[in-house]
Each structure stands twice: as C-alpha cells, then as structure tokens.
Nanobody, 126 residues
Framework: QVQLVESGGGLVETGGSLRLSCAAS????????MGWFRQSPGQKREFVAA????????FYEDSVKGRFTISRDNAENTSYLQMSSLVPEDTAVYYC???????????????????WGQGTQVTVSS
C-alpha cells in the first residue's frame, strides 16, 4: 500500500498563491504517475493536473493552465502543486493521487489512479 498525505492548503485572497505538497510513503515502488484532483461542494471530483513518473510530461485542466504548476521530487517521494493567481472558483478540497507502474503513462481520469490522499482544503476569498 501507498499512503499519501497532502499539506499546504488554507485560506488565501483572490490573486494569491499556495503550494500544495503530497508526500508518499509505504510501498513507494508502486508510485508512478502522480496527479491532483479537486472537489467543490455539490460537484463531482475533477482533474487538475498530472505528471509522469520521471517528471518529463505534465498535463493541466484548461482553467488552471498558466496558473498552476505540478512538479515532483522522486528522491523525496513528493509531488507539488504550485497555485498562483487564485480565484474563488479554485475553492475546493484538493486531492493527491498516485497510479501504479502498470497503469497509464499520464492518467487523466480518477479511475486510473490507485491511491488517494485525504485531501486538503483550499479556500479563495473574493
């Protein structure tokens, strides 16, 4: 099993920035691609960003392109989501996810991920 712990969420004003972290532990050999998703109240969980196992490729949901940056440090088994120019529509619980090596090279769907964190709340005030 892989355990994921997110941190870095909080309350920020419109236009502000936050950096989320996702630390993996346990069977880290099962950590391949990493992704971030978010879920607002009453909404389904949506894809935000993903990164391949070696960090060579990334993909973003359209609304966060140019504002969010996903990265990873494999030596630390940690993924990061740098969020800038935040707007109230970014308010959500943000979840980190990991797919096992047998999975997609750059998974974009939540069903392609094998392990999930508990989530961290991000609130952007207007």
């Amino acid at each position: 099993q892989v355990q994921l712990v997110e941190s870095g969420g909080g309350l920020v004003e419109t236009g502000g920035s936050l950096r989320l972290s996702c630390a993996a532990s346990g069977r880290t050999g099962d950590v391949a691609a990493m992704g971030w998703f978010r879920q607002s109240p009453g909404q389904k969980r949506e894809f935000v960003a993903a990164i391949t196992w070696n960090g060579g490729m990334t993909f973003y949901e359209d609304s966060v392109k140019g504002r969010f940056t996903i990265s990873r440090d494999n030596a630390e088994n940690t993924s990061y989501l740098q969020m800038s120019s935040l707007v109230p529509e970014d308010t959500a619980v943000y979840y980190c996810a990991v797919s096992a090596p047998r999975g997609s090279f750059l998974p974009l769907l939540d069903l392609e991920y094998d392990y999930w964190g508990q989530g961290t709340q991000v609130t952007v005030s207007s």
